[in-house]
T-cell receptor
Framework: AQKVTQAQTEISVVEKEDVTLDCVYE???????LFWYKQPPSGELVFLIR??????QNEISGRYSWNFQKSTSSFNFTITASQVVDSAVYFC???????????FGSGTKLNVKP | GAGVSQSPRYKVAKRGQDVALRCDPI?????LFWYQQALGQGPEFLTY????????KSGLPSDRFFAERPEGSVSTLKIQRTQQEDSAVYLC?????????????FGPGTRLTVL
């Protein structure tokens, strides 16, 4: 069975703090893809990153970075120097090769206070 | 370019009414997905289209739910005899290719409230 767990329901930080959002996944497949999406209050899911199971290199994009560790089945997301505009619900998702559905976690709500 | 659009953005229905939710995917996108998102939860897969073919409807919760994409572009999700438990945000997503692991781009959703 496929499953994505985001154990942190809600996190509050003060602007400029660093924050890490955890994502743990379960799958027996060897080929799979992981995603992070941001859902601001407007409701639209915004794509952040896509990573396949064979690429364990960490990735940095501006203030965002992702740490993929197959050994612990985790794909964590760090925001450096958080800003108020980062306030949103963040979802981690898993999809299997040759299957068409995404499996989403329950999301982590991030509150960044000025 | 235009993203995925959905209409209406909000829908209030009385229990027992039928509703139709529309999705306009990104032009040229082969794949189209519908998800249901309950309050405080992640999206749950409902169904998948590749062009006009509905290849997976395993997530549809009951036979009251029906989706179509007759010309391979616009899609409609229809819910018959709505129940209170159908209240949720219905999200539509599209992806460029038929590849299962392609990035999905989401619309803003339709918030359905069944009274």
């Amino acid at each position: 069975a496929q499953k994505v767990t985001q154990a942190q329901t809600e996190i509050s930080v003060v602007e400029k703090e660093d924050v890490t959002l955890d994502c743990v996944y379960e799958t027996r497949d060897t080929t799979y893809y992981l995603f992070w999406y941001k859902q601001p209050p407007s409701g639209e899911l915004v794509f952040l990153i896509r990573r396949n199971s064979f690429d364990e290199q960490n990735e940095i994009s501006g203030r965002y970075s992702w740490n993929f560790q197959k050994s612990t089945s985790s794909f964590n997301f760090t925001i450096t120097a958080s800003q108020v505009v980062d306030s949103a619900v963040y979802f981690c998702a898993l999809t299997r090769y040759n299957f068409n559905k995404f499996y989403f976690g329950s999301g982590t709500k991030l509150n960044v206070k000025p | 370019g235009a993203g995925v659009s959905q209409s209406p953005r909000y829908k209030v229905a009385k229990r027992g009414q039928d509703v139709a939710l529309r999705c306009d995917p990104i032009s040229g996108h082969v794949s189209l997905f519908w998800y249901q998102q309950a309050l405080g939860q992640g999206p749950e897969f409902l169904t998948y289209f590749q062009n006009e073919a509905q290849l997976d409807k395993s997530g549809l919760p009951s036979d009251r739910f029906f989706a179509e994409r007759p010309e391979g572009s616009v899609s409609t999700l229809k819910i018959q005899r709505t129940q209170q438990e159908d209240s949720a945000v219905y999200l539509c997503a599209s992806s460029l290719r038929e590849t299962s692991t392609d990035t999905q781009y989401f619309g803003p959703g339709t918030r359905l409230t069944v009274l």
